[in-house]
C-alpha cells in the first residue's frame, strides 16, 4: 500500500467517524457503506453514502472541508465566466467533479467534490502548466456550473437525430437514444437542480421548435431550461423508462412512478403524460418525504382554527373534510391530522389515489379504478376491517359520499377532501351529490378550507412601515397588540443567495376551519345558500382564510400582495 493509499484510507475512516460525531450519520449506516466500499474494492466513501442516501452532499462537503483545512465554495463563490483553459475539456472537468474558480498569481484555484482525487490534481497541473490550490464544493454546484459555463445546452445530447421522433418511430432506437450517456446525464441534472431548488413539480413541454423546462418552486413556475427540439425523443423517453411506461405509446395518457436518491435524499416522483399539439408533456412531482413537517404547527395552522382542530379531531365518530384547489396542500395537512390522532391503540385505514407518503402505523390502499378498485369499492371493504378512523383521499361521487357518511354513523372518523372555493361551500357540494340534509347535520363534525402562500425569506426580508389607509382599509391593528403612535411593521420581499433572489422561501398555510354548530345545522336543514352558511360561520367564531392570511402579514410571516394574490378578496 502506498503512502498516498494510506493517506486517503485514513482520510476515509476520518470523515466517517466525523459524520458520526455530528450526527448526520449513525454508526450502522456507516459500517454498511466501508463494507461495500470493501467489497466494490472502490476508494470514495463519500459517493457510497449518498449513493445509499446516508449522508446529504452539502454534510459531506462540510465534513470534508474541515477535516483537510480547505476553503468551502458556496453559490456565491461560483465564477460567471469560463476561465480560459484551451486545453481542458468540459468531458474531463465532469468526469472528475472540478470547476476552475480562478487564476491567482500561485496558479489555479480548482473546486473539487473529492479533493483526495490526486490524479485529477496532476492531470489538470499538467494541462494548465500551472500549479492548483483545491477547494472543495457539492457535486451539484460543480455539475451545474460546468453545464452553465462549459456546455451549451444543445451541445449536451448531440447524438440525438432530429427526425427521432415521428409516427413509425421505432421503439429500440428510442431506447438506444434514451441509455445515451449525454441522456441520461441531462435528465439527471434535470431532477438533481429541482431537488436542490426544492422544486415541487417539473414541467416538460414540447413546443414547435423548443423543449420548455420549467420547475414549481413554492407554488409558482420558473423557466429552467430551452432545449433543441432534437432531444425531444430522447428526454421523454428516457423518463418514461425510468417510469417504467410504454414508450410507444403517444397518443393516450400515462401514469408512472420512479423512485430514485438524488443527492443523498430518498426521492419518490409521480409521472405523468399528456399528448398535447407538439408532442407529450410530461409533469413529474417531487415528493420528498424528509421535507414534509406532518405536524399543524409547522405547517401554519394558528388559534383559533388549531384550537377548532383539535376539538373535531377529538371526536369519537363523525366527517372531518378538506377543501381547496390542486395543489393547496390538502393531503398534506390530512396526513398531518392522520399524525395528531395516531396511537397504538386505533387502527388507521387510508384510500388514496395516488398513496403520495407511507406513514408509519397506517394501512394505506392505493386505488385502482381499472380493475374495480374505486373509492366506494374500497371503503365497502374497509368497513369489515373494524378500523377507528378512515381517511379517504377525495370524495369524487354521491356514492363515496353516503358510504362515507354511513361509516361515520356507524362509530367511525373519517377524513376525507373536496375540491370547493371555501369551507361553507363544501356544504352546499354534498347536499350537490345527493347527500339527504338529515344525514349531513348527524355526521359532518366541521370543515377546513386552505391556500398556500409564500414565506418571506428570513434571511434577507426588509421592514417597513405600512400606510395608516392600509393599516384601516384592511384592520391590520386588530391582529397585534403593538400597534401604536409609530405604526405597523410589515416586511417586503427582496432577493438574496439563500431564496435565488425571489424574496420567498417555502410556502405555510392559510386556514379557516367552520365546527358545526347548531346555528349551522339549522342553516343546513333548509338548505341555505353557501355565502349565509360563511355568514353564520363568520358570527360563531370562524377567522377567514384572508383574515388568517393579514394575521401572517402583521407576523412578518408572508406579504399582503402574496394574501392578495391567494385568496382574491380585498
Do not use: W
Not at 417504467?244 to 435524499?265: M, N, S, W, Y
Amino acid at each position: 500500500m502506498s503512502a498516498m493509499d494510506r493517506n486517503i484510507d485514513d482520510v476515509q475512516r476520518a470523515l466517517g467517524e466525523a459524520l458520526v460525531a455530528s450526527g448526520k450519520l449513525d454508526r450502522a449506516g456507516l459500517d454498511r457503506a466501508m463494507r461495500l466500499l470493501e467489497r466494490s474494492g472502490g476508494r470514495n466513501l463519500p459517493d457510497v453514502l449518498t449513493r445509499l442516501g446516508l449522508v446529504q452532499e452539502r454534510d459531506l462537503a462540510a465534513e470534508l472541508a474541515g477535516l483537510l483545512g480547505l476553503r468551502q465554495v458556496s453559490v456565491a463563490d461560483l465564477p460567471t465566466d469560463p476561465l480560459g483553459l484551451e486545453h481542458m475539456s468540459a468531458r474531463f472537468l465532469r468526469a472528475r467533479r472540478m470547476l476552475p474558480m480562478a487564476e491567482t498569481d500561485a496558479g489555479y484555484l480548482v473546486a473539487m467534490a473529492d479533493p483526495l482525487d490526486r490524479f485529477a490534481i496532476e492531470a489538470f497541473e499538467l494541462a494548465a502548466g500551472r500549479p492548483v490550490t483545491v477547494a472543495v464544493a457539492e457535486p451539484a454546484l460543480i455539475e451545474n456550473a460546468i453545464d452553465r459555463l462549459y456546455a451549451a445546452p444543445q451541445d449536451v445530447a448531440n447524438g440525438t437525430a432530429p427526425d427521432a421522433e415521428t409516427a413509425e418511430v421505432d421503439v429500440e432506437r428510442l431506447k438506444d437514444l434514451a441509455s445515451e450517456a449525454p441522456v441520461v446525464q441531462l435528465v439527471n441534472g434535470l431532477i438533481a437542480r429541482a431537488v436542490e431548488a426544492r422544486a415541487s413539480d417539473i414541467h416538460i413541454e414540447p413546443h414547435e421548435h423548443t423543449l420548455r423546462v420549467r420547475y414549481r418552486i413554492d407554488g409558482v413556475l420558473q423557466e429552467e431550461a430551452r432545449l433543441p427540439d432534437r432531444q425531444r425523443a430522447a428526454v421523454v423517453s428516457r423518463l418514461k423508462i425510468m417510469a417504467r411506461l410504454d414508450i410507444a405509446e403517444h397518443r393516450l395518457p400515462q401514469d408512472g412512478r420512479i423512485k430514485t436518491v438524488v443527492r443523498g435524499k430518498s426521492i419518490d416522483i409521480r409521472v405523468s403524460t399528456l399528448p398535447v399539439m407538439h408532442g407529450e408533456s410530461m409533469v413529474l412531482r417531487l415528493l420528498d418525504r424528509d421535507a414534509v413537517a406532518l405536524d399543524f404547527d409547522a405547517l401554519g395552522v394558528q388559534a383559533p382554527a388549531r384550537g377548532m382542530l383539535d376539538t373535531i379531531l377529538t371526536a369519537p365518530h363523525g366527517i372531518f373534510v378538506v377543501t381547496g384547489p390542486t395543489g393547496s396542500g390538502k393531503t398534506t395537512t390530512l396526513y398531518a391530522a392522520l399524525s395528531a390522532i395516531n396511537s397504538e391503540g386505533r387502527k388507521l385505514v387510508t384510500v388514496e389515489d395516488p398513496v403520495e407518503y407511507q406513514l408509519e402505523g397506517v394501512n394505506q390502499v392505493q386505488v385502482k379504478p381499472s380493475v374495480g378498485l374505486t373509492f366506494a369499492a374500497v371503503l365497502r371493504s374497509i368497513l369489515r376491517q373494524d378500523p377507528d378512523i378512515i381517511m379517504v383521499g377525495e370524495i369524487r361521487d354521491a356514492e363515496t359520499a353516503r358510504i362515507a357518511a354511513q361509516a361515520a354513523l356507524t362509530g367511525h372518523l373519517v377524513l376525507s377532501t373536496l375540491h370547493t372555493n371555501d369551507a361553507a361551500s363544501a356544504i352546499t357540494r354534498f347536499l350537490e351529490m345527493g347527500v339527504e340534509d338529515y344525514l349531513l347535520t348527524s355526521t359532518l363534525e366541521g370543515l377546513a378550507a386552505q391556500r398556500l402562500v409564500r414565506r418571506l425569506c428570513p434571511h434577507c426580508r426588509a421592514p417597513y412601515t405600512a400606510l395608516p389607509e392600509i393599516v384601516e382599509q384592511f384592520g391590520l391593528d386588530r391582529y397585534t397588540p403593538d400597534a401604536g403612535r409609530d405604526g405597523i411593521t410589515l416586511y417586503r420581499a427582496c432577493g438574496c443567495e439563500a431564496c435565488r433572489g425571489k424574496g420567498y422561501l417555502g410556502r405555510t398555510m392559510l386556514v379557516e376551519v367552520l365546527p358545526m354548530t347548531d346555528p349551522i345545522r339549522s342553516l343546513i336543514l333548509r338548505h341555505a345558500e353557501a355565502q349565509e352558511l360563511h355568514q353564520a360561520a363568520v358570527a360563531e367564531g370562524m377567522r377567514t382564510m384572508f383574515e388568517d392570511g393579514l394575521a401572517k402579514v402583521v407576523q412578518g410571516v408572508t406579504t399582503l400582495e402574496e394574501v392578495m394574490r391567494t385568496t382574491r378578496e380585498g
